[in-house]
């Protein structure tokens, strides 16, 4: 490590190294500075110093400027402040990274672009997140046609106030929930950066009360009446006959037994099903929870599942050979 020259024209003849970049570091009373040297011919002030950063003792480094335009003099002093600064507990270059981010981040609109960015990337219990294009629509649809234009840094609870008056006025209560629970995250991120430094949204409830639903459960009678519809179909407004093809009705009749998702139901395949064990396996990447989900299955439910496997066996017997080409 060279130590630093301590003349403004011993510092002008440093020649640059062929390739990468050289350290010189001050000593004595330039303890601390460094000027760092590039291959292309730069050359760039520095100051190193420790700091606290997440409770762990660092060290770190703040620029000050280029050589000549900054000589070694302004160099030494602005030194000297910097250290006087990080003496009071301060951290110059991470408040400097952080301004630099004021920049880049002008606005609601710029925080929202970001945020979706990473939200794309992020799963949630091992599965890709499903509600993206909700969280999507309701910052296009009500937050940034309201606060989009506003630095982040400046939103106040009286601008959140606003987005959520006007989500009732549009729409419900609980709706304006969903809206406040967003702006919570998309803020929560900000601050996690360094972007702002406290979130509008940390005080304020939700607008709406949430009232628990309360299960409905269907009759037997309104049970056998819809498993009579599925079997025999029905009739519309109009009286036009409607009937149910026979793969629909075991998936409907699936669904009302067991009481899965339909989304599980239409897309489970064959191997899921341990009809000897009386068990369907749902596999994790189908499930809410992104984890497997045992099913047991009733005498009633096996039979339906074995309709479907013999059901299945016919199709594919009665597709017919090769490519299916278009002959000429």
Known sequence: MPDLPKQHVQISAI?????????????????????RVSYGGTKTWFVRYYTNRLGKRVRAKCSIGRFPRVELRD???????????VDKGNDPA?????????????????LSEQFFKLRER?????????????????????ILPEIGSIPPQFVTEAE??????????KSSAVRANRVLAL????????????????????NIQNPGDEVPRIPDHPSDAEIRELWRRIEKGTFSKDKR?????????????LLLITGQRSSEVSQASIEEFDLNSGVWIISGDRTKNGKP???????????????????ARKEVKCQPAGGGGVED
Not at 122 to 142: C, F, H, I, P, V
Not at 160 to 169: A, G, H, N, S
Request: proline share 6%.
């Open 15 to 35: 020649r640059t190294p062929p390739t990468g970049q050289m350290d010189y570091f001050g000593t004595g009373k330039d303890a601390g500075l460094i000027l």
């Open 75 to 85: 160099a030494r002093i602005a030194m000297r402040d910097i250290l006087a600064d």
């Open 293 to 311: 989900h045992k099913v047991p299955l009733s005498p009633l439910a096996i039979s339906i599942v074995q309709e479907a496997q013999r059901l």
């Open 94 to 110: 991470a408040e400097r990274k952080r301004e630099r981010s004021f920049q880049d981040l002008a606005t609601v609109n710029d």
């Open 183 to 202: 702006m919570r995250v998309m803020f929560k991120h900000a601050v996690r950066r360094k972007w702002i430094p406290v979130n509008p949204c940390e």
């Open 122 to 142: 992020q799963t949630w219990r091992g599965r890709k997140r499903r509600n993206l294009s909700d969280e999507q629509g309701m910052a296009d649809n009500y």
């Open 241 to 253: 006959p409607i009937t149910i093809s026979a793969p629909i009705q075991l998936a409907l009749k």
């Open 160 to 169: 959140i106030d606003k987005v959520l008056d006007k989500v009732q006025e």
